[in-house]
């Protein structure tokens, strides 16, 4: 079965085929995946290097396929690039643990092979790396290994193969909106987080729809309006349960010691996710789901409004004694890290014990990616010191 380039639906479409086939008699293959929030960034960078990539190259989604449904802007992104949502591949469909231990691992989005990964996975199997996160030093062998500071991953993958860029087609259009798609929107529209990584790829991609002839009774490129039917597919989740706007953009980590953390981003701010169901309720739900992952500590981080009306929040939550220690290590580091945290509405939302607090963040730039080390280091820490005093009991 071969791989079909014409077209992005065309493509998606053969290379489940063909991966599908493949299966069937264990041959070496090649996947590339993208990071568990499976935001716009993962899903856009995870295509475009397996579309770009010669060898025929599976991208994978980070989640179940029942998740597909928390993710409104991604049905938005496939109506607008005639993308059957059956023709994508999803961490259980095909399970990973039906593809061959000799499987060639490509990581976009992030760099380090996340833990539903490791059950069948080594690092050994990851050889590419295109991502702009903090480098957690895995693979150094990787052929590519590109961690840069971007706003968007998408930026740094166009930019990468921007020499095998297809010369015709309308292929073209679509490889250039699905880049332009990530790198706007993680950058809300170039006005936040911009590197010379993301102007270099808006340029290239624009550039490749100028040149495009518009269709008949079509329209010419609007790259305002672009985003904004992105931005307002993204936040059409009113209607989700909390259960849902927690696991929507989730990440966790399992620290060396066994310890577990997870960051929810919620693209609403606390009052309002509060206010709907109560705050007791609003409590209770975000402690189910932290007892559902099994969590030690738990954290929401909130984001509403563009421009001037950008707003931050954080809340922190220590779900057992032997981890309470971590919301003031957290303060500290956050103090010198210049998160610029304030008491969030005079401690509205703080616990008498101190095991869990709120803030505004006025330091708008740092999002879970650079909160998520803070977090992550004053749990380990912790757990370092008391382990230090117990040893010595
Ligand atoms: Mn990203």
Not at 97 to 125: C, G
Not at 155 to 164: A, I
Not at 387 to 393: A, C, D, H, L, T
Request: aromatic share 8%; charged share 25%.
């Amino acid at each position: 079965m071969s791989i079909i380039r014409t077209s992005l639906g065309q493509f998606m479409s053969t290379t489940r085929a063909s991966l599908l086939q493949s299966l069937k008699a264990p041959k070496p293959l090649h996947i590339v995946i993208g990071n568990e929030s499976v935001d716009i960034d993962s899903f856009a960078s995870s295509i475009l290097y397996a579309y770009y990539t010669p060898t025929p190259t599976a991208p994978f989604l980070s989640m179940p396929r029942a998740d597909l449904a928390l993710r409104p802007e991604l049905h938005h992104l496939l109506a607008l690039l005639q993308i059957s949502p059956d023709d994508l591949l999803f961490a259980n469909d095909p399970p990973l643990s039906a593809l061959p231990k000799s499987t060639r691992i490509a990581l976009v989005d992030h760099n380090k092979l996340e833990p539903a990964l490791r059950v069948f996975f080594q690092d050994a199997n990851v050889r590419g790396i295109i991502d702009h996160h903090e480098d957690e030093g895995g693979s150094p062998n990787a052929k590519p290994r590109i961690i840069e500071t971007s706003g968007s991953c998408a930026s740094l993958v166009t930019n990468y193969f921007k020499e095998v860029f297809p010369t015709t087609g309308v292929v073209r259009g679509e490889l250039a909106r699905l880049g332009l798609a990530a790198a706007l929107i993680d950058t809300t529209n170039l006005t936040n987080k911009v590197t010379e990584h993301d102007l270099s790829a808006v340029e290239f991609l624009e550039s490749v729809i100028n040149a495009m002839p518009v269709e008949h009774g079509g329209e010419k490129w609007d790259r305002q309006k672009f985003f904004n039917g992105i931005w307002d597919s993204k936040n059409d989740i009113d209607h989700m349960p909390l259960r849902d706007l927690l696991r929507k953009d989730w990440k966790e980590w399992t620290e060396d010691n066994g310890k577990k953390v997870g960051i929810a981003a919620i693209l609403r701010d606390l009052s309002w996710l509060q206010d709907r169901q109560g705050q007791d309720s609003f409590l209770q739900g975000v402690k189910s789901w932290a007892e559902e992952r099994e969590l030690d500590l738990v954290s929401v981080m909130t984001t509403i409004g563009q421009g001037d009306e950008f707003k931050r929040e954080l809340m922190v939550w220590a779900l057992n004694d032997s981890v309470k220690e971590t919301i003031a290590a957290f303060e500290e580091k956050a103090q010198k890290a210049d998160l610029k945290l304030q008491v969030w509405r005079d401690g509205g939302l703080d616990s008498t014990d101190g095991e869990r607090k709120a803030w505004r963040q006025f330091n708008l730039v740092a999002s879970r990616k650079q909160v998520s080390p803070l977090l992550r280091e004053s749990l380990r820490e912790v757990l370092e010191v008391k382990g230090g005093r117990e040893s010595k009991v």
